[in-house]
């Protein structure tokens, strides 16, 4: 009989046993692909009422994470998410964009159109399969949501390890999983021109210069408009002070560039900040490698050791008898 399980065992071995992905366990894909998709950038430059020109540029090598939320004056369970982010985040170089609801939305004054528009075209499919299926009920706009380099979601308060600091701590030391060349760089500058109804006109240029083996990636630019605090008591989850709060998103080019190079300018009104005077604009990049597929091991490392330990379990074994 153990023999015959023994070559049962064996042949179930050799059999393809679809992997458990940790994303299973720990974290939503936030772009449903089969291949490599995500988020770089993450260089600002602030659009003060005194600021008339100014440019930023950093190496791939030197940019920082990027974390993109979704939330809610009115959501209770965002500020405990945020909470938890801010804890994970520490003192690291971390970009933040919060974008608020704005569609059918009543209660929230922050957001808009193009910040809508953004999130259900990156990350909406993401958000309808997210594993946390009672709470997202399909929807493309779930309160609070988190994205991790474009790459890794985490939707409502359920944790996947022992607290969502560490699920957040987790995503970002992971990084970003992009396929460029580390002495690559992006630029951005914005130069004020005149006024248009009292409000800036600013010309702001970017660009990049990135390097990919294959040379078969597709590269797609955004402009964030983000107020770093804003002001507004009347939010039912009594937060008060929202910070970085994402006002409007311009996409630089609606169809995906594979050029190596760019450097392309645009003429822009910034929205007018909630109060204060310290609105930013970000340029951000998301990508997508066209040759690099996700991995998809056909048999995880533990199935084999498992069924390798349930095989020696199986060897017969010689018995010492004692006749005393």
């Excluded at 070559?7 to 992905?21: C, D, G, H, R």
């Excluded at 600002?44 to 190496?59: A, G, K, P």
């Excluded at 004056?73 to 170089?93: H, M, P, R």
């Excluded at 957001?111 to 809508?116: A, I, L």
């Amino acid at each position: 009989m153990s023999k015959i399980a023994a070559v049962v065992l064996t042949v179930v071995i050799f059999l393809p046993i679809p992997a458990s992905s940790a994303s299973d366990t720990l974290w939503d894909e936030a772009r449903i692909s089969p291949i490599s998709e995500g988020t770089i950038g993450g260089i600002s430059i602030d659009l003060t009422n005194t600021s008339t020109q100014s440019s930023e540029s950093s190496q791939i090598s030197e940019l920082p994470s990027l974390v993109e939320v979704y939330t809610a004056t009115w959501c209770t369970n965002c500020v405990k998410t945020e909470k938890a982010l801010d804890e994970a985040i520490g003192d690291s170089d971390v970009t933040r964009i919060h974008y608020h609801r704005f569609w059918f939305e009543t209660l929230d004054p922050f957001g808009s159109n193009s910040t809508d528009e953004r999130w259900v075209e990156v990350y909406g499919r993401g958000s309808t399969l997210s594993s946390e299926t009672s709470y997202s009920s399909g929807m493309e706009r779930i309160a609070p949501s988190n994205v991790f380099d474009g790459e890794r979601m985490y939707t409502g308060i359920s944790t996947n390890s022992n607290s969502l600091e560490t699920d957040y701590s987790t995503a970002l030391s992971l990084g970003s999983s992009h396929p460029f060349s580390q002495n690559g760089s992006l630029t951005l500058e914005a130069e004020r021109t005149s006024l248009a109804n009292e409000s800036p006109v600013y010309n702001v240029s970017w660009g990049y210069d990135l390097w990919w083996p294959d040379g078969t990636c597709n590269v797609v630019g955004w402009l964030l408009f983000v107020e770093e605090t804003a002001y507004f008591p009347e939010g039912s989850n009594g937060k008060d002070n929202y910070s970085h709060v994402l006002h409007k998103a311009v996409k630089l080019n609606s169809e995906a560039y594979q050029n190596f190079s760019i450097k392309e300018s645009i003429e822009v009104i910034p929205p007018t900040p909630w109060d204060g005077d310290d609105m930013s604009v970000i340029l951000i990049l998301d990508w997508s490698s066209l040759q690099e597929e996700k991995s998809n091991s056909s048999l995880p490392a533990p199935a084999v050791s498992a069924l390798c330990l349930m095989l020696a379990a199986l060897v017969p074994r010689r018995h010492k008898y004692s006749f005393e």
